[in-house]
């Protein structure tokens, strides 16, 4: 098997995640900690913890996490009762 440039430096190389249910609740977790959500983040940590079994949940967690963070922010946060 040969392989191109192409294939050397293509960014297609992710496989899918092996728990999407995991893949979407790392997603929440990452919304509710943008939106400084601490109630929901608590709540989805806790789901996290009684649900995972393993490092292959973990590594669908944590994909789905990044997944959502590697989306810039819409709108810039408000400074408020800084000093500019």
């Known amino acids: 098997m040969t392989m191109s440039i192409r294939d050397l430096f293509s960014s297609k190389k992710e496989e899918p995640p092996a728990n999407p249910a995991m893949v979407e ?22 789901q996290f913890a009684e649900q995972s079994n393993g490092d292959t949940d973990a590594a669908s967690f944590e994909h789905g ?16 009762g800084r000093r500019r």
């Open 25 to 46: 609740l790392g997603r929440e977790y990452a919304n509710a900690k943008r939106h400084g959500d601490r109630k929901t983040v608590r709540r989805i940590a806790r």
């Open 65 to 80: 996490k990044s997944g959502y963070e590697a989306i810039p922010p819409g709108y810039s946060k408000p400074r408020r």
